[in-house]
């Protein structure tokens, strides 16, 4: 039993039973560094057993009801089907996450590239990737692009954001009403001298150009060490342009970690920002964007999940009131205490309690082990593939 006060227990369970965190189908398949793929026994050997893990997810957690694809890492011949399998375990798909940094086409850019025909081709995926979101009944159209150059003078900066607004008009115009478009951006990498969508300014004016259903997405890896992720998430929020979180941990670079494992107060205060602006279920899509390449991957993502949760129930116990008292007379200290009061306090047995509520076991990673599913897969599945990249 938590100790809160029941008042506060209450109204934290609530707005807890209702996020949803989205999973990522590459999380559950072989990945690894430029170095090195560590291959795991058991892991899905296709689109379908993927989906089949996510659901396991969501069964132990029953806060996980959806799982985005990337495509064409997640090509399968009929998306509706696929959209069957998953409505059939229980869970639906998500976000379709668009891949135009594979190809050997993409060397010197996708929809910036200078070639014409290249940039026709990266097109043409990305308008592909809405027709598969209309079979799976997915809202959002996640754009990473890898594009960018190595060296100063390679290819003109300004050409190169017409030719990236440009792409998007296109692919914008091909959205549904109610379909969304999210811009991620990405300091750098794989291009190291010039990133074209590097930070969540450029994301942010490519969207307002774009319209209302054009928004910014937040990869909590893909800033420089010391940025303050939360005035990021602030800024957005007060825009309406926060569109959603590929969320996961780093020290370094992107390192795709478990989220909230490198730095849970982080976590924390990115998710203080969204209670605060009221956007917990306002729309904004929580999403994992991982790799496991040491660590048994459903485990791990069960534990991606909970962190979340657990960083989410904090948010939701700062006292908002004692807060702007503190702010509004200047006492800096007292402001500073009541986030960390919230910090502080364990969320463990109210999210024990809150599962037990919703008939789930209070300790989804215990269940799961003992469910005997790894022990199942390792012995039904053997060859699994490759999440995409690290070869
Ligand atoms: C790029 C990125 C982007 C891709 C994913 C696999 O680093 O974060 O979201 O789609 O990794
Ligand atoms: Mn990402
Ligand atoms: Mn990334």
Known sequence: MSDLAPETATR???????????????????????????????????????????????????????????????????????????????????????????????????????????????????????????????????????????????????????????????????????????????????????????????????????GDRAQVVIDTGHHAPGTNIEFIVAMLVRAGKLGGFDFNSRFYADDDLMVGSADPFQLFRIMHEIVLADELDKGIAFMLDQCHNLEPKIQAVIRSVLNVQEATAKALLVDHAALKAAQDAGDVLEANAVLMDAYNTDVRPLLRDLRADLGLDPDPIAAYKRSGYLEKVKAERVGGTQAGWGA
């Open 12 to 210: 934290v369970s609530v707005a807890l039973r209702a996020q949803r965190i989205e999973t990522a189908s590459w999380a559950y398949a072989n990945s690894g560094t430029r170095f090195k793929v560590f291959a795991q026994e058991g892991v899905p050997r296709d689109p379908y057993e993927k989906i089949a893990d996510a659901a396991v997810v969501h069964r132990f957690t029953g806060v996980a009801p959806s799982v985005a694809l990337h495509i064409p890492w997640d090509k399968v011949d009929d998306y509706a089907d696929l959209a069957r399998h998953a409505r059939e375990l229980g869970v639906v798909l998500g976000t379709i996450n668009a891949n135009v940094f594979q190809d050997d086409d993409y060397k010197l850019g996708s929809v910036t590239n200078p070639d014409p025909a290249v940039r026709r081709k990266a097109i043409a995926h990305l308008i592909e990737c809405v027709d598969i979101m209309d079979a799976t009944g997915s809202r959002d159209l996640k754009l990473w692009f890898s594009d960018g150059t190595n060296y100063p003078g390679q290819d003109d900066v300004r050409t190169r954001q017409g030719r990236l607004a440009d792409a998007l008009a296109e692919t914008y115009a091909r959205l549904g009403d109610q379909q969304r478009m999210l811009l991620e951006y990405k300091l750098f990498e794989p291009a190291f001298y010039l990133t074209d969508v590097p930070d969540w300014g450029t994301a942010y004016l490519h969207c307002v150009a774009l």
